[in-house]
């Protein structure tokens, strides 16, 4: 059975990608393994905007992709960009498999909140689960509390959940047999968005 990896990219937690491998096992029913570091690209920093590009970061992770691989999702403490946006939470490649999601802008602090680890972790994971969503080939919804969401800001990103509505768990169902709609919390009745 194929394997979904988490890997750093450039220094990052392990025990944060161990916590959410464990989590996210039980979500969708995949092995999720969490690799060795690798280290950032020098090539993807832009110094005019003191950020990583994305492309550049994701063809590095493409040569380490392993074979067994389903999907691998590199996580990283740097501040991400693609053209024509000013920053990214996190970019899939659904042809090379590969997403790719910065806690940069997760972290409380770089708002200006007190440190909690409990808040950045669910942003961690919530983000995680929006590109596995790219990955298994779901485009953005319409329901502001489903994970896979479009966030234009933190605050986006704090008002979804860590889960996919009822639509979108149809359509990752659809995608993959192994997926569990096991929830880590209820999902309102009434869905006005989809």
Do not use: W
Not at 38 to 45: R, V
Not at 68 to 82: E, N, Q, R, S
Not at 154 to 161: Q, T
């Amino acid at each position: 059975m194929s394997k979904i990896y988490l890997t750093s990219v450039g220094k990052f937690k392990k025990k944060l990608l161990e916590k959410a491998a464990l989590l996210l096992e039980e979500r969708f029913l995949y092995e999720f393994k969490v690799v060795g570091a690798i280290p950032l690209p020098s090539q993807a920093l832009d110094p005019s905007r003191n950020q990583y590009l994305v492309s550049k970061a994701i063809e590095r992770l493409k040569k380490v992709m392993p074979k067994d691989a389903k999907f691998l999702l590199g996580i990283t403490a740097v501040d991400l960009f693609v053209p024509k946006l000013n920053f990214v939470y996190g970019y899939s490649d659904f042809i090379s498999k590969i997403s790719l999601i910065s806690t940069f802008r997760l972290n409380p602090e770089f708002y200006g909140e007190t440190a909690c680890e409990d808040r950045f972790f669910i942003r961690i994971l919530g983000e995680i689960i929006h590109e596995l969503g790219h990955l298994f080939g779901i485009k953005h919804c319409f329901n502001n509390k489903c994970a896979m969401y479009f966030s234009n800001s933190i605050y986006d990103l704090d008002n979804k959940n860590t889960f996919l509505c009822d639509e979108c768990e149809r359509k990752l169902k659809r995608a993959s047999s192994n997926y569990s709609p096991s929830k880590l919390s209820e999902f309102p009745e009434n869905n006005d968005f989809i």
